[in-house]
């Protein structure tokens, strides 16, 4: 976890244009990032981002499934 992530690990910010106005996407606490994405990319609609995870602060707030993140955390 990085020290500036404010807890939300691995993220991607993806800025959309609707009717002349800019709003953002995010997406956090992934446990992978697509490998091909870089800063100032187009994302086509589908294409992969990464894959949900619970990097960051995740484990301790999101569960995700029996187990959370770790079987035992608590």
């Known amino acids: 976890m990085e020290k500036n992530d404010h807890g939300m690990g691995n993220t991607v910010i993806i800025e959309h244009t609707i009717n002349k106005n800019k709003i953002y996407s995010l997406y956090t ?3 992978e990032i697509n490998s091909n994405l870089k800063e100032g990319n187009f994302i086509k609609k ?14 301790n707030y999101w569960r995700i499934g029996e187990d959370g993140c770790e079987k035992n955390l608590i």
């Open 46 to 59: 589908g294409a992969a981002i990464g894959k949900a995870g619970a990097t960051g602060y995740g484990c």
């Open 29 to 31: 606490h992934l446990s």
